[in-house]
């Protein structure tokens, strides 16, 4: 084996090929470094004085199926420069890593395509030395990313595991890169995140975000010149729970066996959009039976369809007066329900309307959301929260496609 291949095939320069053993169906290549090569390591200088070696192995890329190991006794030297005992530095492994640099990229360009437990297994090493060689990866690019140029944000929380568990995601919408993700679903989840952004001086000029009182506060609080949006996708989710609270209570106080059982099953065919109802199942002709039995249903349903009409406007004054008018229909409806989302949605009109200067959402957490899920799926979860954070922050470089 001729020192060229340590270096075209392993990265190693500088070293002298030796011997090779095998032994277990793994292979050992010894090598040393030649004396005229040996210098102090905290000076540099040449004249130094051997004090004795270490033996030491390092793992490194495999040769097909088998395991290769390069064995060094590393020297230790005396400087008379500095009077010191020390260590010569290897030039193909950081210190106080058991593998060389090529292994660890090598392991990081596996980590594209496999889990930690699949190249673990093909590489035959451990669990541990996988993820440690991913983690510090991560955390050189991802532990504090860059805020100075952001500009447009989307903060919302997501569930994780079965107990309730929730994260803060603040996600960067020009590049959908994650740039926080905070513990819990409170204020305070992003404290460590504005603490940053005080000193990065970055210019947030709109932040979206759901009707959550506590993001409202914290984003006023941290963030008094930005606009904040909400997102229209959140609105329109609440305004079909209260639908669905209205046909519940509609259908509990009727007392018309006829109506009980037109109303049966409509629940999803009043949340659906007009254009997406099913002709085959005539879901059509069924819906518009029960709203011809039921006014205030019927009411409800046409006053969620024309909200919807909102964010079609043309700019931010038509808006405006289109939404004080709706709110003046549902108010003047005396359903309940109705009424009280008409009263939310005018407490909160500033930000409703903010849409038409910042045409911006949460929807692209969503999909954030979903490919945490795959994220999670694929690894059969996390035990450690700080390694699942910043997987979460490097999403944005990953790519999925279909199988099969």
């Known amino acids: 084996m001729s020192t060229s291949i340590l270096y075209h095939g392993f990265g190693i320069i500088g070293y002298r090929y030796q011997k090779t053993d095998y032994k277990g169906g793994q292979v050992f290549f010894h090598i040393e470094q030649p004396r005229d090569k040996l210098r102090c390591p905290l000076c540099n200088a040449r004249d130094v004085i051997l004090r004795g070696s270490i033996a030491r192995r390092f793992r490194t890329i495999p040769i097909g199926e088998k395991p290769i190991w390069i064995v060094l006794d590393v020297q230790r030297v005396f400087c008379p420069e500095c009077q010191v005992v020390r260590q010569v530095k290897i030039q193909f492994a950081d210190p106080k890593k058991r593998y060389t640099r090529q292994f660890e990229r090598?392991?990081?360009?596996?980590?594209?395509?496999?889990?930690?437990?699949?190249?673990?297994?093909?590489?035959?090493?451990?669990?541990?030395?996988?993820?440690?060689?991913?983690?510090?990866?991560?955390?050189?690019?991802?532990?504090?990313?860059?805020?100075?140029?952001?500009?447009?944000?989307?903060?919302?929380?997501?569930?994780?595991?079965?107990?309730?568990?929730?994260?803060?995601?603040?996600?960067d919408l020009e590049s959908g890169a994650v740039v926080h993700v905070g513990d819990g679903k409170g204020s305070e989840a992003l404290d460590p995140f504005f603490k940053r952004l005080k000193y990065s001086k970055a210019d947030i000029k709109a932040v979206a975000i759901d009707m959550?009182?506590?993001?409202?506060?914290?984003?006023?609080?941290?963030?008094?010149?930005?606009?904040?949006?909400?997102?229209?996708?959140?609105?329109?989710?609440?305004?079909?729970?209260?639908?669905?609270?209205?046909?519940?209570?509609?259908?509990?106080?009727?007392?018309?066996?006829?109506?009980?059982?037109?109303?049966?099953?409509?629940?999803?065919?009043?949340?659906?959009?007009?254009?997406?109802?099913?002709?085959?199942?005539?879901?059509?002709?069924?819906?518009?039976?029960?709203?011809?039995?039921?006014?205030?249903?019927a009411t409800a349903y046409y006053l969620k369809e024309d909200f919807k009409q909102l964010w079609n406007k043309d700019d931010k004054e038509e808006a405006k007066d289109f939404l004080s008018f709706w709110i003046k229909k549902a108010m003047a409806s005396g359903i309940g329900v109705l009424q009280k989302f008409a009263r939310t949605v005018q407490g909160h009109s500033f930000g409703i309307l903010a849409y038409f200067d910042h045409p911006i959402s949460t929807g692209p957490l969503e999909g954030v959301n979903n490919k945490i899920k795959t994220l999670v799926k694929q690894a059969y979860g996390y035990r450690n929260m700080d390694f699942f954070k910043l997987k979460i922050k490097a999403l944005h470089l990953s790519k999925y496609a279909l199988i099969g």
């Not at 860059?146 to 603040?170: F, M």
């Open 106 to 171: 090598y392991v990081l360009g596996l980590s594209h395509f496999m889990t930690i437990k699949d190249i673990a297994n093909l590489l035959q090493t451990s669990w541990d030395t996988v993820k440690d060689i991913q983690m510090e990866k991560l955390q050189k690019q991802f532990s504090k990313p860059p805020l100075k140029d952001l500009e447009r944000i989307a903060i919302d929380e997501i569930s994780i595991g079965k107990n309730h568990k929730y994260l803060t995601i603040v996600l």
């Open 212 to 297: 959550s009182p506590a993001y409202t506060a914290a984003v006023i609080e941290n963030l008094p010149s930005a606009k904040i949006v909400y997102d229209h996708f959140h609105l329109v989710k609440l305004f079909n729970d209260k639908l669905s609270d209205l046909r519940r209570q509609l259908y509990n106080e009727c007392e018309v066996l006829e109506q009980k059982v037109v109303m049966k099953g409509t629940r999803w065919l009043l949340l659906k959009n007009e254009k997406n109802l099913n002709p085959e199942r005539n879901e059509k002709e069924r819906l518009e039976k029960a709203l011809a039995l039921n006014k205030p249903l």
